[in-house]
């Protein structure tokens, strides 16, 4: 996988898949090693997808200075220039899908159409901010917060579930504690997702943008979601049955962003 220097950044990224081009940009903490990857649903049958290791993660430099989301989305921009892409789709999910914002605003020509999942706005949008308090939360704090189904019964109900998730969770820590450049990379995204802020700018979006929420999504909920995309000019809204995560693993969702991308 190749590297290219973008905004003074050393960036690592991937290409794959025909057609038109879509770029797609990660969640906080992941990166193209994530076992939730966008090459691994049906997208790159349709599409040309470049994904990335955004700043501080992955095999991308990792640079000491904290950045902001608006820094975020000209460091994606610039890979796509980069890439030789004057026009493309995104999509981003959870801060990837803030990134997304501020690049349509920052970039109106580039974009062709906007997909935004289980995301938000910032500012007056910004629901629960605990983005910083994660490690503090037990897993049964951060199960019910990524889902509402995840309840005192479905934990008591569930114990080898949550047994994993805990197990998942520790193994994320203790990869960034292990790793200083990604540790830093990490509280680089907590510190830009916790001052992300394009809620009162989203009427400038000129892109046909889908907003994608989670019913039991406790962390975008959606009147969250909803208020996103009333403030997208003739935005639709696609409210799905899952949480803030696992929608990822609806193929009906995936059919539903492919259709919207093939306009």
Not at 179 to 191: A, K, M
């Amino acid at each position: 996988m190749p590297f290219t220097q973008v905004n003074g950044i050393n960036l690592h990224y991937e290409i794959r898949g025909a057609g038109p081009r879509v770029l797609f940009i990660h969640g906080i903490g992941a990166d193209l090693k994530s076992p939730v990857s966008i090459f691994t649903t049906p997208v790159p049958q349709y599409f040309t997808v470049l994904a990335f290791d955004p700043r501080g993660l992955g095999e991308s430099d990792s640079p000491q200075e904290p950045c902001s989301i608006a820094e975020l989305a000209d460091n994606a921009a610039g890979l796509a220039e980069a890439a030789g892409w004057e026009r493309y789709h995104v999509l981003g999910a959870s801060m990837g899908g803030m990134v997304a914002q501020e690049l349509a605003l920052r970039y109106p020509a580039r974009v062709e159409r906007l997909v935004l999942s289980v995301t938000n706005g910032g500012g007056v949008n910004s629901g629960p901010q605990v983005i910083d308090k994660l490690n503090e939360m037990s897993t049964a704090e951060k199960l019910k917060l990524s889902d509402s189904r995840k309840d005192k019964a479905w934990v008591a109900a569930h114990p080898e579930l949550v047994s994993q998730a805990e197990q998942e969770s520790k193994a994320f820590l203790a990869a960034l504690q292990a790793n200083p450049e990604h540790l830093r990379g990490y509280n680089n995204q907590v510190y830009a997702v916790l001052r992300h802020n394009t809620f009162a700018r989203l009427p400038q979006i000129k892109a046909p943008t889908l907003v994608i929420g989670g019913r039991y999504d406790n962390s975008c909920p959606p009147d969250i979601t909803r208020a996103l995309a009333k403030q997208i000019p003739g935005a639709r809204y696609e409210l799905l049955e899952s949480g803030h995560g696992d929608w990822y693993f609806d193929s009906a969702a995936w059919a539903m962003i492919i259709d919207f991308l093939r306009g």
